[in-house]
């Protein structure tokens, strides 16, 4: 979020403190959460998969809902795979979190290549812009 932010100060996009905490509050917690209520919603109220008069088998709708939840499924059982895998590194909650959540050194190494290619680009402007 900080990143998020941050890049709008960089687009020259100045925001009131309490726009900023709508914004935080809005994209950590209030779109997920109706993203999720609406998408659990959707699986529970799901009607039976029909064309016309024609109902299709079961063993049709129990593929088409493993397909609406694949999508979750992959994240999940990557989460779960990464969670193993730091168990077993033998890592510490401090270490996880800094190997899960925050930014790698190729990451960060790309972030200032592109920025230097955008200064190259637009001859230097970048550079000279002060931040207000």
């Known amino acids: ?15 009131p403190t309490w726009m900023r905490w709508v914004w935080s509050a809005a994209m950590m917690f209030i779109i997920p959460g109706f993203l ?10 799901l009607p039976p998969i029909a064309y016309g008069t024609y109902e299709y088998p079961h063993w ?8 609406l939840l694949l999508p979750i499924l992959l994240v999940v059982i990557y989460m779960i795979y990464f969670v193993i895998l730091t168990v077993v ?9 800094a190997y899960a959540f925050l930014p790698t050194e190729k990451w960060q190494r790309l972030r200032k290549e592109k920025f230097a290619m955008q200064m190259l680009h637009h001859g230097g402007e970048l550079a000279t812009e002060s931040k207000t």
């Open 60 to 67: 049709v709708q129990a593929f088409g809902t493993f397909y």
């Open 1 to 15: 979020m900080k990143n998020f932010l941050s890049d709008m100060e960089e687009m020259k996009l100045w925001l």
């Open 89 to 97: 590194k033998g890592m510490s909650w401090r270490e996880f979190y």
């Open 36 to 45: 999720t209520y609406v998408y659990v919603y959707s699986l529970v109220d």
